[in-house]
């Protein structure tokens, strides 16, 4: 009995450290998003403050306003905001479904060994760097954008445009919303659809109305990831957007100005108030990331349940 005692007392300390190191863990890390989100919003705020060195920012005119002109001292992201919006959701909209039917393919439809090469594929997209992604759209989508502006008879810079920020942007979150949606189909219960199939539905009936509607919660985690990645990708949306300097940009073959492009752009060759004024840009970013996030979730919500 005394060894007995001795034993679960040994336990329960090593359970006790392993769980105080957890902790230091998890505030560890925490403390890296808090620390990172003070310094954003301190060097993003400093701007629109009176006593600021540089000269101080009309708050109103930055959140409203529809030209974005460093040259000219007019910093206007109203515009930009909605050019972001327009360019992630329209991607969004076209990659989630794309996603979501593959992965619906590769867990309940595809042959053992199709679906393992496939879901090797899909891996494989989503750790390509965003360079490459760039890369591939100033040499490919361009052409492509190109190519359908003629049959439009309309001109583009060079095939740089909200359209191929689109695709970019589709291409780029395709693997990222697949992967999480594999996981949730995956994970939904064998009975269900053995239920779903006694009642007398067919498999394409239980995949669409049990199989989906079930694993709609990491379907959705995977859309908020996807939108929260095309939200923030700057290098390779820099590198087919263009860089319009008021808007906002609703022809699909216009250039464009998102708000990470705008961040990025010339970032080593400014100073002060152009420097500065970019953490402002970023935490417009941050709230439009939140808002969206918010949205999805309210979506997410309803699914199913009408």
Not at 215 to 226: C, E, R, T
Not at 282 to 298: A, K, P, Q, T, Y
């Amino acid at each position: 009995m005394l060894i007995n005692a001795e034993k679960v007392k040994r336990n329960k300390a090593i359970d006790k450290a392993a769980r105080m190191f957890f902790l230091a863990m998890a505030l560890l890390s925490s403390s890296f998003i808090v620390i990172l989100v003070l310094f954003i919003f301190m060097k993003g705020i400093s701007p629109f403050l009176p006593n600021y060195q540089y000269g101080t920012v009309n708050l109103i005119d930055f959140l409203f306003g529809m030209t974005y002109r460093q040259d000219q001292k007019l910093y206007g992201v109203g515009f930009i905001v909605i050019n972001t919006l327009i360019s992630s959701f329209a991607a969004l909209l076209i990659s989630l479904p794309i996603s979501v039917l593959t992965a619906l393919f590769i867990v309940k439809i595809a042959p053992k060994q199709l679906s393992g090469l496939m879901q090797a594929v899909v891996e494989l997209l989503a750790s390509i760097p965003s360079i490459v992604y760039g890369v591939f759209a100033a040499g490919v989508l361009t052409d492509f954008v190109k190519w359908l502006a003629s049959l439009f008879n309309v001109t583009t810079a060079g095939g740089s445009s909200l359209l191929a920020v689109i695709l970019l942007l589709a291409i780029m979150i395709f693997p990222t919303i697949t992967s999480m949606a594999i996981t949730a189909i995956g994970a939904v219960d064998r009975d269900l659809e053995h239920a779903s199939l006694a009642l007398g539905a067919t498999e394409t009936q239980t995949n669409f109305k049990v199989v989906l509607i079930s694993a709609k919660s990491g379907i959705f985690a995977g859309a908020i990831l996807g939108l929260g990645r095309a939200f923030g990708e700057a290098t390779a949306v820099s590198m087919v957007a263009g860089n319009k300097l008021y808007g906002p940009t609703f022809s699909l073959f216009d250039i464009t100005k998102t708000l990470t492009s705008t961040m990025l752009a010339g970032l080593k060759e400014t100073t002060g108030l152009d420097y500065d004024i970019r953490f402002s840009v970023g935490i417009v970013l941050l709230v439009v990331i939140f808002g969206s996030n918010w949205l999805l979730n309210l979506v997410k919500q309803k699914v199913g349940n009408m």
